[in-house]
């Protein structure tokens, strides 16, 4: 039988350190973090772009993994060559193959710990429940954005982000690196759980759902303005009720949530986002019973059946 | 007699965006903030750079208002063209003549408002006297430093650099934005009452002088391996004592203060200075005497005696 093993990317933004160092540190103490004897392969996502200090060279990796990226490869284009390497390195039928991938990341929004999920995967769904469960952080499934797409962890067979901020570009601290090391270790216990059968599932799931994102106020010519509104500032998680304030404009005029539903909103004010047009995201938050064939695609992969 | 002008400049670091955004505002409702009376000009240090989204294009603008670079016009040296290009058009004897510049700035370390004056010019001790006598903020003394300068201020009779933060690169943030406001009013307010000889000058300044720059902890090969301490991130402005805690190393070494004089930190883990090899600086905090003849020279200065 072949034996389980788990990627784990940092650095996927070149920007994102504190990942990388955590790494680092472990590499040198390599009993730092109890993997409960479950194999890892360590790697930083896009190193080139870390040496420049940059999120990227030529585009964002985590949303180069998709067919287009891969079809030029012989193009000086870096993230799709780099996507397609990582695939072939570590992708499930790779040199080395990894069944599980985990992606380290950090925002300039003040989202805390978090974990997001690509579509509805249910080994991702199952996994995701575990650590909610240990940790009860917040789970934002991001779904139905056309706009986005490619990301790292949907090449794998099951694979989550790990987000942690707010944390400025570029910076390492003490605290996201001990919140990081956290998740990894948790979710490293979990995993080991479910191979050695051993594991007791939550009956239901909370989620963030992903319902659209958001855009800054624009002038005629494009320019962005309006800035978030104070009371909107660093207050991810944190459900909108109609006519709450979310932009202040140039002109003074403020800007506020319209919809009748009550959307929770996410990454507001992340920096990396603002050239993507993105203020912030609403989700939609909603509590899902667990489904049994989630957590039997979760323990058949981990235990290769 | 030629009227007393003052050069406002936001987002000489094209990533520090929060000055520029009062700026807009302002110009879109001109009662916004009052100066006064006193004739400015507001102009964007480093539009390319902000454009792009990045501190600076081929070098830092705020190092390079000095002979060095304004010598090196025909290369493509955006900054250095661009630094020559503002003297002429706003220096002291440009087109548009200005007597005193006051530089918008923005960090990532937890500097709350604080004022930057460049060496001991008389008249920048005078006008930052003033503003800490009205506000209570610190002021950094920068000298003594051969590895940095070129600083834009130096290179107008009176200059002062705003820094206000933490604000992660590239973001817009409500709060900074009022405090900016609040600066640039109190400023034109006190050149204003100085104009109106109608001014009380504090008999004292409290000063921190720069004394040296301090880099991370570096390995063999020159790598980073340290982090700044939990007990020292985000501790701007609070005093050293020997022993105190400083980095954390990737060996788990604790690198501590040795020295005996209890220096006070700032820039602590500021983004930009990273490329600079500053982890953070230290100074002196000092209660300085003000002198009659910092006072004769902010008043001659405005008065054009």
Partial sequence: MMQLQVLLVAGTHGNEINGIWLFDEWNKSPFLINTHGIKTCQVIGNPEAKKAGKRYIHQDLNRSFQEESFLCLNSSNFEGSRANELVNLYGEVGENPCQIALDFHTTTASMGSCLV????RDADLALASLIQNKLGLPIYLHE????????LVECWPCGLVVEIGPIGQGLLNSRIISQTKLILETLMEQINQVKNINLFFPEKLEIHRHVKSID???DEAGN???YVHPLRQSKDWQELKKNDELFCKLNGEIIRFEEDEPYVPVFINEAA???KNIAMSFTKRELWNLKEKWQQALIDLINHK
Same sequence: chains 1, 2.
Wanted: proline share 5%; charged share 35%; net charge positive.
């Fill in 117 to 120: 999920v690509y579509g509805r």
């Fill in 216 to 218: 800054f106020p624009r």
């Fill in 144 to 151: 139905s954005d056309q706009k986005q797409k490619g990301f």
């Fill in 224 to 226: 962005i303005d309006g």
């Fill in 273 to 275: 986002y603002v050239e």
